[in-house]
């Protein structure tokens, strides 16, 4: 069981950038690979990024490849969303997830949080 809380959402121009965390609280954090997932309003989940749980592998949706990075910290059971060059189109909840098996599809991820509203202005 894993327990998962973002943080680092919040209101930025576009242009602009924003850090998320997500904390993980549970045993063998290293063992699962982590995604970033976001739902803008009146659209579907979509995939964001996802990291290995070694942290060695690491995938993007197409449109934020080259602003997005995501990174983790096993030591501190802490995975990481940088997010450089925000758009608006960038506006949705974002939401970590944990997954058994380093995947980008939704339907792998056993464990959500609660999501962090990101809100690029224009």
């Known amino acids: 069981q894993v327990q998962l809380v973002e943080s680092g959402g919040g209101l930025v121009q576009a242009g602009g950038s924003l850090r998320l965390s997500c904390a993980a609280s549970?045993?063998?954090?290293?063992?699962?690979?982590m995604g970033w997932f976001r739902q803008a309003p009146g659209k579907e989940r979509e995939f964001v990024a996802a990291?290995?749980?070694?942290?060695?592998?690491?995938s993007y949706t197409d449109s934020v490849k080259g602003r997005f990075t995501i990174s983790r910290d096993n030591a501190k059971s802490t995975v990481y969303l940088q997010m450089n060059s925000l758009k608006p189109e960038d506006t949705a909840v974002y939401y970590c997830?944990?997954?058994?098996?380093?995947?980008?599809?939704?339907?792998?991820?056993?464990?959500w949080g609660q999501g962090t509203q990101v809100t690029v202005s224009s």
């Open positions: 997830a944990a997954a058994n098996a380093y995947s980008g599809r939704y339907s792998s991820y056993d464990y």
């Open positions: 549970g045993r063998a954090f290293g063992s699962y690979a």
């Open positions: 990291i290995s749980g070694g942290g060695f592998r690491t």
